[in-house]
């Protein structure tokens, strides 16, 4: 028998908030609970932000990033640098590695990765959007910036081969230790790659 604690709008905020990623039914409470407590300071601006970006959101038709404007804001920024394309395969990377203000150029995502397992092709990602974009000239180097997972590197080797007729540098993010990683907690795909990519000491 379910027993329910609140009215039927508070249950179904419960399970909205639930069904987001990182958060069950327990932790979907509290922020409910939170919520309410504070209204003024957090339940209302919290709407009001849902709605702005619920009526502004938008796909860039450049690189493929989600923000309130078309172009994105990193695309239309002039400072970024022109000549550097970094591709990913999901927003939520392109996003990660903006986070570490390490890549000064454009981005392209792709909106996935090859994988046959789960019946994703070649024309189902913006392949053939990056390609065009190289095409228009511009681009000294696209950084493949894809998972290290076996989906991942599958793609990379394709956009590698659709890529290599052009005068471009191509270059892969490096795969291997992480900073501060003990090797006891390390996976074998990870210690296998910081093996194959083990380079001499200075």
Known sequence: MHIRMASPEIE???????????????SARRAVLHLLKKRETALTPL??????????????STCGNVDTSDPCAICADPRRDQRSLCVVEEVADLWALERSR??????????????????????????D????????????????????????????????????????R????????????????????TLAQALRARRPID
């Open 47 to 60: 709407l009001r932000a849902l709605e702005t970006v619920n009526e502004r959101l938008s796909t860039c």
């Open 12 to 26: 179904a905020l419960t399970q909205a908030l639930a069904r987001l990623p990182g958060l069950g039914p327990r």
């Open 170 to 189: 191509l270059t892969r993010l490096a795969h291997g230790l992480p900073v501060g990683g003990e090797l006891d907690y390390l996976d074998e795909g």
């Open 102 to 127: 390490l890549f000064p150029g454009r981005f392209h995502v792709l909106g996935g990765r090859l994988s046959a397992l789960e019946g994703v092709r070649p024309e189902d990602l913006s392949v």
């Open 129 to 168: 959007r990056l390609v065009a974009r190289i095409s228009g000239g511009g681009i000294d180097e696209v950084v493949l910036a894809t998972n290290a997972t076996l989906e991942g590197q599958t793609t990379a080797h394709y956009i590698a081969e659709r890529l290599e007729s052009f005068p471009i």
